[in-house]
């Protein structure tokens, strides 16, 4: 392997919590509804396995930069969505909102791209503090709803040498 390639595999438990316009979901089968819901709430369990490959550009004495990208694959644990209607409707005529619940469906496979860069700082000998600004953009629709589920964020790490 290259000197400052490293590859990497790993889990994480995630719970994705987003809203959005009923507009953005494709479901495979959807439900047959006489009006449309307009909005779309879920929360969804998620173990999210990344295979990642980074590259330590710079490294000093006191601080490390790398650049990571990678794919991870989603497996969906639980989704729970509540659509809500707009103007009183529903699938039934009475109700405000509708919760549709999936447990263990949804697989993705290599199905989200990874990207991320990383700022390491060595404090001492055995403790070192970084920051990971990351992007998780979608290979393929997510979940029950086929959403082109994007995540950004920024990981805090915190290193201990035993």
């Known amino acids: 392997m290259a000197k400052g390639l490293n590859v990497s595999v790993g889990a994480t438990y995630a719970k994705k919590n987003y809203k959005s316009a009923y507009k953005f979901y494709t479901p495979s089968n959807p439900p047959e509804l006489t009006q ?31 650049v990571s990208a990678g794919l991870s694959s989603y497996f969906m644990l639980k989704e729970k969505y509540t659509f809500d209607y707009a103007g009183g409707g529903s ?6 909102s509708a919760v549709y619940e ?14 991320s860069i990383s700022i390491e700082k060595k404090v001492n000998d055995k403790i070192n503090v970084g920051v990971k ?20 964020g920024v ?5 201990v040498s035993l």
């Open 36 to 66: 449309l819901p307009s909005n779309v709430s879920a929360v969804c369990d998620v173990i999210d396995v990344p295979l990642t490959a980074s590259y330590t550009v710079l490294k000093s004495k006191k601080v490390k930069f790398n």
């Open 91 to 96: 699938y039934d005529g009475n109700q405000k």
């Open 102 to 115: 999936v447990s263990g469906e949804n697989q993705h496979i290599f199905g989200v791209a990874d990207f």
């Open 133 to 152: 600004p990351f992007v998780k953009l979608p290979l393929t629709g997510i979940g029950y709803g086929n959403v082109d589920l994007e995540s950004k």
């Open 155 to 159: 990981a805090f790490t915190l290193g």
